[in-house]
């Protein structure tokens, strides 16, 4: 059973940082994609930023210059360093995992609260 573990989320002033962590039961490898989605209150659930097996790296168009996606293979962990927070950046984030064979299976953290102050 896959387990994704999402932490790090907070209260944090306009302009500030966060980093979001996400271990995974799993080996990265494991997965085709990882990543992190957010959901804000009344909106759908969206792609913030993506890396592959391969390296390649996709961000939203509103993160891009701001956040940052890793992984450490070795913990098992996904990061998203999240800087020069907007207001608009409050939301719930949820760290994916995707697998795409012998069928597409998408697996999901609980979600953490990140909450910016304007």
């Known amino acids: 059973q896959v387990q994704l573990v999402e932490s790090g989320g907070g209260l944090v002033q306009a302009g500030g940082s966060l980093r979001l962590s996400c271990v995974t039961s799993e080996i990265i490898y494991f997965f085709n994609a990882v990543g992190w989605y957010r959901q804000a209150p009344g909106k759908q659930r969206d792609l913030v930023a993506t890396v592959s097996n391969g390296g390649s790296r996709n961000y939203a168009d509103s993160v891009k210059g701001r956040f940052t996606i890793s992984t450490d293979v070795a913990k098992n962990t996904i990061y998203l360093q999240m800087d020069s927070l907007k207001p608009e950046d409050t939301a719930v984030y949820y760290c994916?995992?995707?697998?795409?064979?012998?069928?597409?299976?998408?697996?999901w953290g609980q979600g953490t609260q990140v909450t910016v102050s304007s």
């Open positions: 994916n995992a995707r697998r795409v064979s012998p069928v597409i299976n998408d697996y």
